[in-house]
C-alpha cells in the first residue's frame, strides 16, 4: 500500500469514495459526489487541515482527514472523516491507513486525537478495537433549528 498527503488534486476520486462509503450501512446517508466534493474542499481549505490517501497498487481506495487545534497542553488532531472504498473494504485496508496517520501525527508533534462516530459496532467497535477510548467528560449534543 502507498499513502499520500491528501490534495485538491485528490477530490474528485475522494468525494465518489466518501459517497458511496457513506450511503452504504451503517450510515445510510444521501450523499451526493457534488455535496461530498464541497464537504471535502471546505475541511482542506481549513488552515490546519491534514489528510492521507492510500493506494493498492494505482487505485486510490481510502482516505483520512481532520485539522489539528492548539490546546493550553498540546497539540489535538481531531479526525472529521475517514473512509475506505466499500468495493475494496476488508483485508486490513483501514487499520494500515489509521495505522499510517498516526505515525504521520507522531511526527507532527501531536499528542492527542480525538473523533466523533456513530453508536455501531461496526464503527464504535472498530476504533474500541484500536485503543480508541470513549471520552466520558463529552457528549455530542445538537438542536434542529425550526424554519
Known sequence: MRFE???KAHLDQVAAIYMRAFNAPPW??????????????SMMSHEASYG????EKEQLVGMILG??????DGLKFEIKEF???????????????LNEFEEHLKHKG???????TCRAEDT?????????????EMVLMGKKIQK
Do not use: H, M
Not at 110 to 116: A, G, K, N
Open 5 to 7: 498527503r491528501l490534495t
Open 28 to 41: 445510510n446517508d444521501q450523499w451526493t459526489v457534488e455535496t461530498a466534493t464541497k464537504r471535502l474542499s
Open 67 to 72: 485539522y489539528e487545534e492548539q490546546f493550553y
Open 124 to 136: 464504535q467497535g472498530y476504533y474500541t478495537r484500536r485503543q480508541y477510548k470513549e471520552i466520558q
Open 52 to 55: 492521507l490517501v492510500a493506494y
Open 110 to 116: 501531536i499528542d492527542e486525537i480525538v473523533l466523533l
Open 83 to 97: 473512509c475506505t472504498d466499500p468495493a475494496v473494504s476488508g483485508g486490513g485496508l483501514g487499520t494500515q491507513l
